[in-house]
């Protein structure tokens, strides 16, 4: 079994595992699943702070053997392939490969050429499925509910892979998204996903159950996208004034790495509604629960 995309869970998958990580949180002992046996291969060609550590403290829940792969100081530096790499690595006994790459739709290639089970940690601007996995995780343990709630997804949608995997699973779990942001950072098919559509941030903010923030994705972008960060702010940025205006219960998210001061202030980031530490948390849990699922 492989993990590409959100799109690869119907419900009751996506259901199952959610379920599943309540068994393996930090902090409540060992679980009684355990794959000594077993080996993941941590492949990043991108960097990655969370991810990564998520993934290596999961697989060490469930006692599996770790293998950090690292391009610098690899032969790819010599010119090997990517092919001829991952079947380097398959070849010393490998069961799970985790992979990040900048370029969409390379865990797919891989996945054609190695018996791995493959599972994408985030490819180029498209697909992030573990964070929409604990995204939705942090979501249900905090408000209780999934279905019904209004998610609103803040930013630089188009270069945003965690948008994308978000919208996905959202979706499916009956929330009613609604994205904000200027037409600038919207991807060119917004009209085919299942969103609304703003860039009045203050007009939604009154509305929303849950604010989720995204980072501008300046390594992506190839032109500029807004007339500079501070007008972004002003329009766009989770501000203590627009924190205010947020109804009672609502929680305020982000995945990570955050630009203080650009689409989040620091007190905002801090304030007791926040779950941006949390979701790192649940992190663990919820690919702890897919590793022992896909094993
Ligand atoms: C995100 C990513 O790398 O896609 N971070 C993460 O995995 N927690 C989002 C980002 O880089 O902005």
Redesign the pocket.
Known sequence: MNLLSVADLPLEDLERILKKADDFAPGVGDPTAIHREKTLALLFF?D?T??RVSFERAAKRLKMEVMNFSVGGSSMSKGESLRDTVKTIEATGIDVVVM?HQASGAPWQVASWIKSSVIN??DGWHE?PT?ALLDCYTIRKATGVIEGLHVVIVGDIKH???ARSNVLALSRLGADVTIVAPYTLLPPNIDSWPVWVSQDLDVVIPKADVIYM??M?RERQTASLVPSLREYTASYGLTAERAECLPENAVIMH???MNLGVEISADVADLPCSLITTQVKHGVAVRAALLHEIL
Do not use: D, I, Y
Request: proline residues 11%.
């Open positions: 991108e990655s969370r991810t990040r940690a985030g992030h964070q945003s892979r965690v995204l980072r994705q995945p990570g790495p």
